[in-house]
């Protein structure tokens, strides 16, 4: 029986900080219940600022949110019914493009309500957008670096690059030297966010070919999936990130 009331509610305190078993569970001093509340108040900012979906197109004055937004579970979105916008997930693959109604960012897809979507998966690094996303909190100058021996594969002739700050990358094809391409990344107003698609400038590399691409100290290796189609493919077939997100 639970009891709930002052009285009831002072003894078992009482009996937790004197040591006591309650339940047959023995009960938790008060140096343990500090530690674990320490630790939940510690651990629940962190898991709800994780991002899990970027924003990859929005057509609509009336969405709320802009390209290149990282979005957490929870975010509302509500659109006109000629408004849209466009979202990849970074964990599950799934790439929606969602027109009208009230959209809810979910951990690996949205929730539509009173509008249309439609839900594609894509081929995606889930893996390595996982392993940067969770370090949003971490400072900017950290940077994910993949060995050559396992690189990062990118689903699309030409990548979109990540940075932080307004910089120029330099990509350089490393499994067939003499090869490469210096990308500007403008800054996204408002943000110390950088990024370029190379889509949008016509620039391709060669499917199956093994690339860097570095700002500064800061690299990524990277490799063309030897199926890699041109044009804008979603952009979560083809992010390089070289900082967390956030």
């Known amino acids: 029986m ?15 900080r004197s040591g006591q078993w309650i339940l047959g569970v023995p009960a938790m001093n008060n140096a343990t219940i500090s530690a674990v509340a320490g630790v939940l108040m510690l651990s629940a900012p962190c ?10 197109d929005v057509r609509g004055n009336s969405v709320g949110v802009e390209f290149m937004d990282y979005l957490t ?9 000629r408004d849209s916008v466009m979202l990849g997930y970074l964990a599950s693959c799934w790439s929606e493009t969602i027109t009208g109604g009230t959209v809810t960012v979910g951990p690996e897809q949205s929730d539509v309500q009173g509008g249309k979507v439609n839900r594609l998966k894509v081929p995606c690094n889930p893996g390595n957008i996982a392993l940067t996303a969770k370090q949003a909190n971490q400072s900017a100058g950290t940077s994910f670096r993949a060995p050559e021996d396992d690189p990062v594969v990118v689903y699309g002739v030409s990548p979109v690059i990540e940075a932080t700050g307004g910089a120029a990358a330099l990509i350089a094809r490393i499994d067939q030297p003499g090869e490469h391409h210096t990308v500007t990344l403008p800054r996204k ?23 860097r691409v570095s700002i500064g100290a800061r690299q990524l290796v990277f490799k063309i999936d030897p199926s890699a189609k041109s044009g804008r493919v979603p952009i979560i077939s083809r992010l390089l990130r070289l900082q967390p997100a956030g």
């Not at 639970?2 to 937790?16: C, F």
């Not at 898991?47 to 990859?56: I, K």
């Not at 579970?73 to 019914?81: E, F, R």
Request: hydrophobic share 45%; charged share 20%; net charge positive.
């Open 189 to 211: 107003k408002g943000t110390r966010i950088s990024f370029a698609d190379l889509a949008a400038s016509g620039k391709k590399l060669v499917p199956g070919g093994l690339y």
């Open 2 to 16: 639970l009891y709930t009331s002052g009285k009831s509610a002072t003894y078992l305190l009482d009996a937790a």
């Open 47 to 56: 898991f709800a600022q994780t991002p899990v979906a970027l924003v990859e």
């Open 73 to 81: 579970a929870g975010k509302v979105i509500k659109l006109k019914s």
